[in-house]
T-cell receptor, first 113, second 113 residues
Framework: QQQVKQSPQSLIVQKGGISIINCAYE??????FPWYQQFPGKGPALLIA?????SEKKEGRFTISFNKSAKQFSLHIMDSQPGDSATYFC????????????FGKGTTLSVSS | NAGVTQTPKFQVLKTGQSMTLQCAQD?????MYWYRQDPGMGLRLIYY???????DKGEVPNGYNVSRLNKREFSLRLESAAPSQTSVYFC????????????FGPGTRLTVL
């Protein structure tokens, strides 16, 4: 079964620190890897996404690192802030027609001030 | 522009009762999705509709039915609610199936007693 394995389940980081969330996959047909951010009581929202033809994508303090050979990708949050406290989901899309996004189980990030 | 709207926001049902969760989007998106979110389980896809007139099962379709009423609306029906269906339900939409950004609604918190 297609899966995206996400770790850790929860993460506590001090303000100003680096938060790192990892995801791994098996299906080589995956060709699009987004990250979603969800605040309590809200629906998830797209944060940043990457395609496998690049190894890194940066948007402000958020960076996706992608390792195609290891079939792993990770989200790095630099200078973490209390406002970054949320649940983060990685996801993957297969290039097979008619398939929907596969989500990881999520990581709850708490940034302490 | 309201994005994705869901009704109701909260609902309490007794075991065996039926109900329909409503979802509408005003972004002229082709694809729509229903997810459930449970602690530690992440976002699990129940059903999706790649385009108007089509629906497909996701990861956890048992106990649910869907209707893509028109391009804007995608409803989720519980015919005979069970306590295992206690969850937060999210509707989402995207321009194309699994491509680009998925926009999520605010969620419906359902409790089945």
């Amino acid at each position: 079964q297609q899966q995206v394995k996400q770790s850790p389940q929860s993460l506590i980081v001090q303000k100003g620190g680096i938060s790192i969330i990892n995801c791994a996959y098996e299906n080589t047909a995956f060709d699009y890897f987004p990250w979603y951010q969800q605040f309590p009581g809200k629906g998830p929202a797209l944060l940043i996404a990457i395609r496998p033809d690049v190894s890194e994508k940066k948007e402000g303090r958020f960076t996706i690192s992608f390792n195609k050979s290891a079939k792993q990708f990770s989200l790095h949050i630099m200078d973490s802030q209390p406002g970054d406290s949320a649940t983060y989901f990685c996801a993957a899309r297969s290039n097979q027609a008619g398939t929907a996004l596969i989500f990881g189980k999520g990581t709850t990030l708490s940034v302490s001030s | 522009n309201a994005g994705v709207t869901q009704t109701p926001k909260f609902q309490v049902l007794k075991t065996g009762q039926s109900m329909t969760l409503q979802c509408a989007q005003d972004m002229n998106h082709n694809s729509m999705y229903w997810y459930r979110q449970d602690p530690g389980m992440g976002l699990r896809l129940i059903y999706y509709s790649a385009s108007e007139g089509t629906t497909d099962k996701g990861e956890v379709p048992n106990g649910y039915n869907v209707s893509r009423l028109n391009k804007r609306e995608f409803s989720l029906r519980l015919e005979s609610a069970a306590p295992s269906q206690t969850s937060v339900y999210f509707c989402a939409s995207s321009d194309q199936l699994a491509m680009g950004e998925q926009f999520f609604g605010p969620g419906t918190r359902l409790t089945v007693l």
